[in-house]
Nanobody, 116 residues
Framework: QVQLVESGGRLVQAGGSLRLSCVASGRSFSSYAVGWFRQAPGKEREWLASISRSGDKTYYADAVKGRFTISRDNAKNTVYLQMNNLKPEDTAAYYC?????????WGQGTQVTVSS
């Protein structure tokens, strides 16, 4: 199975940037597509971006299109979420999700707080 660990979240001022990392265990990382999600208090978990197994295809939610970029380095078993021009409404716990047709794994989350 896959173990996922997110990192990189912290307090940042509006307009700033952060890069989140999702590091996976195991030797089969390249067999999983990966998505990033976030959840703020009182709101449903929101899908943000996904990347295909090889990294050749990416998809973005309208809320983050043009500001966030998902990428992966399979040699390092890592997926990244580059977040630019952060806004207070981006404040949330951010989670990565590795998925196949019959399996899905979640990380523990990393907190991003954007101050006004």
């Amino acid at each position: 199975q896959v173990q996922l660990v997110e990192s990189g979240g912290r307090l940042v001022q509006a307009g700033g940037s952060l890069r989140l990392s999702c590091v996976a265990s195991g030797r089969s990382f390249s067999s999983y597509a990966v998505g990033w999600f976030r959840q703020a208090p009182g709101k449903e978990r929101e899908w943000l971006a996904s990347i295909s197994r090889s990294g050749d295809k990416t998809y973005y939610a309208d809320a983050v299109k043009g500001r966030f970029t998902i990428s992966r380095d399979n040699a390092k078993n890592t997926v990244y979420l580059q977040m630019n021009n952060l806004k207070p409404e981006d404040t949330a716990a951010y989670y990565c999700n590795a998925f196949q047709t019959t399996r899905a794994y979640w990380g523990q989350g990393t907190q991003v707080t954007v101050s006004s």
